[in-house]
């Protein structure tokens, strides 16, 4: 009797054997699923909305979140190319304020959206998709999609926004006092004040989690979860940043030993900003050297590019006599008009660019490695290790 219940209550369901109940929740999620795909797959974040995190095109940039894609391998090339106009646009506004970045992000979202549904699927899209919604947490509680499919009332879209614009009005005026801290001297209480400022960021995005599920009903939190598949922490996955732009070649290099990023493909590049009279410069050449002579065997590539800041740097005789004096055996290309240090939207001599195999930006540093103490070398010594075996 037993035997018999079971066959006629359990069956196969995507290859394995389930019970009814199971397979009736498997479905529920799935339509749910299917519900909220149909009303964000092809929505976008607008560009007035700065309570919600921007985090499609990091994703979309991620390795982990290609594979949660099934993105095969046949597809990198075309998939590099559906990012690398996108990356232009967004590189070059990274050091600008919100309201000039977002409307740029906002469209390159929705072009890389777009090719990504044509390219890999509309199913690949999706989940992808589920991935933003789970990195932005809480805050995606705040997208107009979410709100229409969780039929919030007006009281509870009300209580959201006023719980995240408490964190982020308190951000603005931690950056500020950051700002104030560093433009100028500062006394104690300055320093206090600003202290106490970033602690208060601390706590209250701390308690923000808690307080958004409180607002939040169980039964939408539990609709919601459903919709998002697999739960995956979009925190731990690698930072890849936008492709890096391919050299502009002044046709002046140190020794003529030309170059260009698609060269070393396949190779990781330790590429770096300097000007020779620049006292913090001259504090990572030893450190530049030792990569060329140690990292070089491993199958990285160290490429300089000297961006004048003073007229004496703008003459290639006194470049090239510097580079000798310092014994770079590395190239070195002279970027006279900025035009390096311009596309890749730099600001601060030194400055110091990891890029992976594949041609992406992994990691920058800004100033000295060492300064007062830092290691800035050997923490990109590890991630070149590391990314050497990708």
Known sequence: MHDEMVSVNSFHFNGKRVTL??????????????????????????????????TFLTLAHSIQAQEEMNLPPELYDAFDRILREADRDCLRVRHESPETQWPILAAAEKKVAKAIGELVGAESLYRLRQLELQGQGVRAYARPEVIQFLQMDTDQVQQLRALFDRTD??????????????SRDSDANEANTAAVAAARVLNLSASEVKAANRIITHEQRKRFQAALGKKQDTSKFDRVYAQAPELIDSDQ??????????AHRGKVILLHFYAFQCHNCHANFPIYNRWQQKLIEKGAVVIGIQTPETRA???????????AENQFDFPVLYDLEKENWNAWSNNVWPAVY?????????????????????RGDKLIERLVSSLLLE
Do not use: F
């Not at 009005?169 to 801290?181: F, I, K």
């Not at 290099?253 to 698609?262: A, C, D, I, M, S």
């Open 21 to 54: 109940l199971v397979w009736v929740a498997c479905a529920l999620s799935k339509i749910t699923g299917a519900m909220l795909a149909e009303t964000i797959l092809y929505r976008h974040l607008d560009a007035d909305l700065t309570q919600v995190p921007r």
């Open 169 to 182: 009005q308190a951000s603005r005026q931690s950056r500020q006092s950051m700002q104030s801290l560093y």
């Open 253 to 262: 290099w140190y020794q003529n030993r030309k170059t260009t990023l698609q």
């Open 313 to 323: 740097e703008s003459e290639p005789d006194r470049i090239t006599q510097a580079a």
């Open 354 to 374: 990891v890029i992976d195999k594949r041609g992406y930006i992994r990691y920058w540093w800004l100033g000295e490695l060492q300064w007062q103490g830092a």
